[in-house]
């Protein structure tokens, strides 16, 4: 069974821009967080979504933004990039009783 | 405000040798708790969980430990091994298997 996909793995932005960041969970599994991966600060819950609708929110301003496909895929936004968010950004699918992670992208705000 | 803490950001252990890792909470809420291990440049990967309604969980060379009085948990691994260095996070979950609360993580480098 193929694990959780992120794509693109590395982006390199500036201030003010916009990224997008993709998600392709575990088949199957129908709910997908996102977390946040600063230095010293671990992982930030984004949100969560669950059948195409955000379920559970973290305290992040809302230029993060997020949705998610019929198939379960999900996508992940982010408006007016600042530098402090540059960061790993980490998605994860829900199975029975824990989260499986993908390898996350890497955002660089110049 | 930080409701889960790692505060030791690093440890260092001879190979062989036990390692622990210590991790507290703020939230009496929280009843299901998770260890993370971490490479760099990959995904965290799931080590072990815990209920609280256990104080041990078993696994191989990981056990974890759970002091709900003290709102505390720690992750033994014994031996160590030096495939075992990697930075480790706790998270900590309130009856939602969605959302977690992560701790700041440890990294820990066994020396062979």
């Known amino acids: 069974k193929a694990g959780v996909t992120q794509t693109p793995r590395y982006l390199i932005k500036t201030r003010g821009q916009q990224v997008t960041l993709s998600c392709s969970p575990i088949s199957g599994h129908r709910s997908v967080s996102w977390y946040q991966q600063t230095p010293g600060q671990g992982l930030q819950f984004l949100f969560e979504?669950?059948?195409?609708?955000?379920?559970n929110k973290g305290n992040f301003p809302g230029r993060f933004s997020g949705r998610q496909f019929s198939n379960s895929r999900s996508e992940m936004n982010v408006s007016t990039l600042e530098l402090g968010d540059s960061a790993l950004y980490l998605c994860?699918?829900?199975?029975?009783?824990?989260?499986?992670f993908g390898p996350g992208t890497r955002l660089t705000v110049l | 405000d930080q409701q889960v803490k790692q505060n030791s950001p690093s440890l260092s252990v001879q190979e062989g040798r036990i390692s622990i890792l210590n991790c507290d909470y703020t939230n009496s809420m929280f009843d299901y708790f998770l260890w993370y291990k971490k490479y760099p440049a990959e995904g965290p990967t799931f080590l072990i969980s815990?209920?609280?309604?256990?104080d041990k969980n078993e696994d191989g060379r990981f056990t974890v430990f759970l002091n709900k009085s003290a709102k505390h948990l720690s992750l033994h691994i014994v031996p160590s091994q030096p495939g075992d260095s990697a930075v480790y996070f706790c998270?900590?979950?309130?009856?939602?298997?969605?959302?977690?609360?992560f701790g700041s993580g440890t990294k820990l480098n066994v020396k062979p």
């Open positions: 979504y669950f059948s195409e609708t955000q379920r």
């Open positions: 815990i209920s609280s309604i256990k």
């Open positions: 998270a900590a979950s309130k009856g939602n298997f969605n959302k977690f609360y």
């Open positions: 994860a699918s829900s199975g029975a009783d824990t989260q499986y």
